[in-house]
Structure formats: C-alpha cells, structure tokens
C-alpha cells in the first residue's frame, strides 16, 4: 500500500532507444498512482512521436451517462505525464515529470468508449526539450492530447509538462526555461 509522503520506486529503464513494454508500463504505473486501475486503459500503444489510449467510458460516467469531464480531464492530464516519462525512459534518463499547466475545450459529449491521443504541439517539440535538458538539466514540452469517441473529436487538451532536473527534485516552479 502506497504511503503519503513516500516517493513510488521508478521502473528500470530499459536498454537505450528500446520502447517500454506498454504492459509492463500500464502495470507499473497502477501501482504507482492508485487512481490509474480505475480509469478503464484498455490499451496503451505508443507509435513514434504519438501516445495513444483506448478506454472505456463506464469508470468514467456522470449523472447524464456521458464521459465526466473531471475524469476525462484527469485522463489528457496523465496521458501527457506518461508520453513525457516514456520519451526520457527512451532517452535513458530517469527524471521527474510534473504537469505546470493545463487546459481543455469539450466539443461534443463523449457517449461510448473512447480513443485518447496525445503528441507534441510543435514539431520539434522533442529536439527541444533534448537541448534543454542538455543545456539546463531540466526542460518543458508543450504537448496535445485529443479525445475522439468513434469519428468525432470530442475534447481537445495541452498542457505544459516540466521535466525537473536531479532526482525528486523539490521546486517544480523553476523548472520553466
């Protein structure tokens, strides 16, 4: 059982440029963020620079039986840590993740289950955040995360996402560049 207060031990990283086992990954991060075993992942498919879930709606209802926008919210926001943490882990670096900021647009009520992609909003979102590392120890990525129920594209997030530099490293503000 998980204790407040009490960092969860990282994944081992795996051998430099090698992906991560969604499974494995998917089972770690149960482990280390209780809430995740309740949000219905289905499925986890990294593919290039994208990060994609396939979910199911009934963890997620509200009162009207469509997706709860708390959730589905909490959902984009997570999707975001874990395509930064994978990058680094493709990267060979073990470094903290946080999220400094955050926003979503809902654009039409999500009925079914669902498809949640995420990918960096600029292009060289990536080498960016590689140089910034390089340079400052710690770096941003801007990155997008879009909810499609079927063809429809139901909600669309960003977020910023600091990597912070060190080890559980304490001032998640001064990560910005």
Sequence with gaps: MREIGNAHPRLPLTV???????????AWLIDAIPMVEHLGIREMKPDGERLTWRLDLTPSL???????GGAL???TTLLGW?????WLRRHSLARDVVVAEASQRFMAPVTADYLLECE?????????LAEQLAQNGRGRIALRQ???????????SRGDYAVLSGSRAENVLQSST
């Excluded at 874990?82 to 994978?86: G, K, P």
């Design 16 to 26: 430099p440029g090698q992906e991560d086992d969604p499974v494995r990954f998917l």
């Design 62 to 68: 509200n009162d009207k039986g469509t997706g709860f």
């Design 73 to 75: 919210t909490a959902q």
């Design 82 to 86: 874990c395509w930064t943490t994978l």
């Design 120 to 128: 960096p909003e600029a292009e060289n979102g990536p080498e960016r």
């Design 146 to 156: 879009r909810l499609w129920c079927g063809e429809t594209l139901c909600m669309e």
